[in-house]
């Protein structure tokens, strides 16, 4: 992984090897801050970049499949029709009357994974938060193998 500072107007950010202009994180206010503090704020974002670019970059040389091994179904409420995802982007309308005790948005969802192939899968759901932190929380943070035409579910903790 590849990433640039750039310190100006007393700010500095994280962004791409020649694209200066498109932060790819918060940019950290520079006035009145001590060393330790930009140091450790400069570190942290930087081992999430990174930790994101890996799995962002992750490849498998086997997977030239004629067709999607995985069927991906979303759906926000248990009584909702599943919505298959597999292979484009939709538009999903959140409910925006979910809050936290702290008084922060939040989304409940559920996905169905189903195994397409002959053979049995395993599977791993990784979650990429808006602060660029990755988790397996859907899965309890553990591999599942599924059996040919069986399913898996995740759930939003």
Same mark, same amino acid.
Not at 67 to 82: C, G, M, T, V, Y
Not at 96 to 108: I, L
């Given at each position: ?24 994180i ?13 140091? %450790? /704020? =400069?570190?942290?974002?930087?081992? !999430? #970049? *990174? ?9 498998? &040389? ?52 189903t195994?397409? %192939? /002959? =053979?049995?899968?395993?599977?791993t !759901? #990784? *979650? ?9 929380? &859907? ?19």
């Open positions: 992984a590849s990433f640039s500072l750039t310190i100006f107007g007393n700010t500095a950010a994280i962004h791409l090897p020649n694209d200066p202009y498109r932060p790819l918060a940019q950290i206010d520079l006035e009145e801050k001590s060393n330790d503090f930009l140091v %450790t /704020n =400069l570190t942290n974002q930087l081992k !999430a #970049l *990174v930790k994101w670019n890996y799995y962002a970059t992750l490849t498998n &040389p086997d997977s030239e499949f004629l067709s999607p091994p995985i069927k991906i179904e979303i759906r926000l409420h248990q009584n909702d029709d599943w919505k298959d995802i597999t292979s484009m982007q939709h538009q999903i309308t959140p409910f925006m009357d979910r809050k936290t005790n702290a008084g922060e948005y939040y989304q409940q969802y559920q996905i169905k994974v195994n397409s %192939t /002959n =053979l049995p899968i395993l599977v !759901a #990784l *979650v990429l938060g808006s602060d660029m932190s990755i988790s397996a929380d &859907p899965l309890d943070n553990v591999t599942k193998k599924i059996a040919p035409n069986e399913f898996v579910l995740f759930n939003e903790h």
